[in-house]
């Protein structure tokens, strides 16, 4: 992959999480604080690594993307909290995984690809107070 694919695929992906994990928040916010208060941690550490990606990638046209913010909610219903949340977890440690080949290139990518570490885990807390 191009560095300039990369940039701009990560950065579209980190955007899309911060509305994403919003909603989630959104949806517990009454019934389970605990967690809201987790994805509403979660969502402001990807508007940081959005903007992270978007001091080397120079490129300040990308806007958030409502897709998954609409659809995982939804999803969610239909398969169960605790199974979504294990998805989100496996797509966290994935994003782990896509930012390890980078880091040499791009240092400040570290601190980004620690947080991602950090999400899964935090995620896969989260099935536990479901
Ligand atoms: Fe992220
Ligand atoms: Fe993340």
Same mark, same amino acid.
């Not at 001091?55 to 998954?68: A, E, F, H, Q, Y």
């Given at each position: 992959? #191009?560095?300039?694919?990369?940039?701009?695929?990560?950065?579209?992906?980190?955007?899309?999480?911060?509305?994403?994990?919003?909603?989630?928040?959104?949806?517990? =916010?009454?019934?389970?604080?605990? %967690? =809201?208060? $987790?994805?509403?941690?979660? =969502?402001?550490?990807?508007?940081?690594? =959005?903007?992270? %990606?978007?001091? $080397?990638?120079?490129?300040?046209?990308?806007?958030?993307?409502?897709?998954?913010?609409?659809?995982?909610?939804?999803?969610?219903?239909?398969?169960?909290?605790? #199974?979504?949340?294990?998805?989100?977890?496996?797509?966290? /440690?994935?994003? /782990?995984? #896509? /930012?390890?080949?980078? $880091?040499?290139?791009?240092?400040?990518?570290?601190? %980004?690809?620690?947080?991602?570490?950090?999400?899964?885990?935090?995620?896969?807390? $989260? %099935? #536990?107070?479901?």
């Amino acid at each position: 992959m #191009t560095d300039e694919k990369f940039l701009k695929k990560s950065q579209q992906g980190e955007l899309d999480a911060v509305p994403m994990y919003n909603a989630l928040a959104k949806k517990f =916010a009454d019934k389970n604080p605990e %967690v =809201a208060e $987790i994805l509403k941690g979660m =969502a402001a550490d990807e508007g940081r690594h =959005a903007s992270v %990606v978007k001091n $080397i990638s120079g490129d300040s046209s990308l806007r958030p993307k409502m897709l998954k913010a609409k659809a995982v909610p939804v999803l969610m219903n239909c398969i169960g909290k605790r #199974t979504m949340f294990k998805i989100i977890a496996g797509q966290e /440690y994935k994003a /782990y995984d #896509t /930012y390890a080949p980078w $880091i040499d290139k791009f240092p400040e990518i570290a601190s %980004v690809q620690a947080d991602e570490k950090r999400h899964g885990d935090l995620c896969m807390k $989260i %099935v #536990t107070l479901l």
